[in-house]
């Protein structure tokens, strides 16, 4: 079809249809250089543009980043402030490249807590964005796993208390369907780069079956040669959930 972005042809054999990625590193790597730390975000939002950008060329229908974290409100008020300035500019930059280049953007995480005008910005790049298909990329903004679960669940009793919903009928397909992330796959892959081996609250329903790789790399220093190779790694691993060899 004219006009529509299609998907490169040199896709990955094997390549994770859904990559979650937890940016780590901006400050460490800001700190090496003699830089504030939001130099370092700086540096990373321009990353963002890369990595989503080799998506479609990879294979990767589905990219999920995590921005902002519940937990990061305790950080400094300038870093604080600084990181919501850089989410807006994002958006307001971004939007024609991401309209143009096929891209559906999705924010999950918790929008209250932030000002209304960065969740003006989100709700208008999320409808400039929904007729497109190529590439899902969804911001985590203010999002904690447990908070997810916790406003997730407190819908669900809702729904309970009502009528709507019997208690014999909630199992492990219920849940998910009340959580931001409803109408998204789970994620195949996790990346977190910086070298920290944790979770840190980040998809914790969703990342059950996921796969792991945590890299020594900064985030600013990613590239999509390592990301492309960390998917190719991907397709040859094993995935059992729980059951045996094939
Ligand atoms: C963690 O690194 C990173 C963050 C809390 C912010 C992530 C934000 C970006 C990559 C920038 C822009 C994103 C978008 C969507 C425009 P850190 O600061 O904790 O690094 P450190 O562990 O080295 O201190």
């Known amino acids: 079809m004219a006009g529509v972005p299609q998907p490169q042809v040199n896709l990955i054999p094997g390549c994770p249809r859904h990559v979650a990625i937890i940016m780590d590193g901006n400050g460490r790597w800001a700190t090496q250089r003699g830089r504030p730390r939001l130099y370092g975000h700086h540096a990373g939002a321009r990353r963002v543009r890369e990595i989503v950008e080799s998506c479609p060329q990879i294979g990767v229908e589905y990219l999920t980043i995590f921005a902002f974290?519940?937990?990061?409100?305790?950080?400094?008020?300038?870093?604080?402030?600084?990181?919501?300035?850089?989410?807006?500019?994002?958006?307001?930059?971004?939007?024609?490249?991401?309209?143009?280049?096929?891209?559906?953007?999705?924010?999950?995480?918790?929008?209250?807590?932030?000002?209304?005008?960065?969740?003006?910005?989100?709700?208008?790049?999320?409808?400039?964005?929904?007729?497109?298909?190529?590439?899902?990329?969804?911001?985590?903004?203010?999002?904690?796993?447990?908070?997810?679960?916790?406003?997730?669940?407190?819908?669900?009793?809702?729904?309970?208390?009502?009528?709507?919903l019997h208690p014999d009928d909630v199992d492990e397909e219920t849940l998910p369907r009340y959580l931001d992330t409803h109408v998204l796959p789970d994620p195949d892959l996790v990346i977190r780069t910086s070298g920290e081996a944790r979770i840190s609250n980040f998809l914790l329903w969703q990342s059950a079956y996921s796969e792991y790789e945590f890299i020594d790399t900064l985030w600013p220093d990613f590239t999509s040669d390592e990301f492309k190779n960390l998917c190719a790694a991907f397709g040859g691993r094993d995935r059992r959930y729980g059951g045996v060899l094939g």
């Not at 995480?109 to 932030?114: A, C, H, N, Q, V």
């Not at 929904?130 to 969804?138: D, Y």
């Open 69 to 164: 974290s519940t937990e990061n409100w305790k950080r400094t008020q300038v870093e604080v402030a600084g990181l919501m300035t850089l989410f807006r500019r994002y958006i307001v930059k971004e939007t024609r490249a991401l309209i143009t280049s096929g891209v559906r953007v999705r924010f999950i995480g918790d929008r209250l807590r932030l000002d209304d005008k960065l969740i003006a910005l989100m709700n208008d790049l999320e409808t400039a964005t929904a007729q497109n298909t190529l590439v899902h990329l969804t911001i985590a903004l203010n999002y904690g796993g447990r908070d997810e679960v916790a406003r997730a669940t407190k819908r669900l009793a809702g729904d309970v208390a009502e009528g709507r």
